[in-house]
């Protein structure tokens, strides 16, 4: 079963509008949360990333908010231009796994102009 | 310029046919995977390596084999044994197993037909 359950599977924003992808855990020991964006024929790419230690990072446009107690942490887009639409991922890992990720199922964004 | 190539980008096969994908890197990482990537399903780990001549077996192994000859090489066979091979494949590196981030490939789509 998915270790990190992401939602929504899609959606549609405005020009300058904000997206909001959200992903949920169970496992405990998971302590790198990463976002990795991926355009149509291409590999996944390292958005950004947060652990535990801080509940909040910022870079430029993107914010990943994190909630150690409920064990959820979403993605935020502000102002969000037609080049950021794409598929995001959600994932995580635990400094034990030796790297390996656990991925959530994705989210497609389109972003309308 | 450093980077993680894979080949061939498309590849068809017919249905009973091993099949070898190619991923090879020039990052001087340790760590390298296999991620199948289905529609709505996310990235699955197959197999990764820490090391040259060791690899461990990911989340959904059946069916696939690796070697690890070489520290810059990790090609992936997909074997007559896997029942649904069709899918994107994408090959990822890291630094080694503490660094979190992952580079991936541009991916190799295999269709069976």
């Known amino acids: 079963q998915q270790q990190v359950k992401q939602s929504p599977q899609s959606l549609i924003v405005q020009k300058g509008g904000i997206s909001i992808i959200n992903c949920a855990y169970e496992n405990t020991a998971f302590d790198y949360f990463p976002w990795y964006q991926q355009f149509p024929g291409k590999g996944p790419a390292l958005l950004i990333a947060?652990?535990?230690?801080?509940s909040e990072k910022k870079e430029g446009r993107f914010t990943i908010s994190f909630n150690k107690s409920a064990k959820q942490f979403s993605l935020h887009i502000m102002d969000s231009q037609p080049g950021d639409s794409a598929t995001y991922f959600c994932?995580?890992?635990?400094?034990?796994?030796?790297?390996?990720?656990?991925f959530g199922a994705g989210t497609q964004v389109v972003v309308t102009p | 310029d450093g980077g993680i190539t894979q080949s061939p980008k498309y590849l068809f096969r017919k249905e009973g046919q091993n099949v070898t994908l190619s991923c090879e890197q020039n990052?001087?990482?340790?760590?390298m995977y296999w991620y199948r990537q289905d529609p709505g399903q996310g990235l699955r780990l197959i197999y990764y390596?820490?090391?040259?001549?060791?690899?461990q077996k990911g989340d959904i192994a059946e069916g696939y084999s690796v070697s690890r000859e070489k520290k810059e090489s990790f090609p992936l066979t997909v074997t007559s044994a896997q029942k649904n091979p069709t899918a994107f494949y994408l090959c990822?590196?890291?630094?080694?197993?503490?660094?979190?981030?992952?580079?991936f490939g541009e991916g190799s789509r295999l269709t069976v037909l």
């Open positions: 994932a995580a890992s635990s400094t034990d796994s030796w790297g390996k990720l656990q």
């Open positions: 947060i652990r535990p230690d801080v």
């Open positions: 390596s820490q090391i040259v001549n060791d690899f």
């Open positions: 990052l001087n990482h340790d760590a």
């Open positions: 990822a590196s890291s630094i080694n197993r503490v660094s979190g981030e992952l580079f």
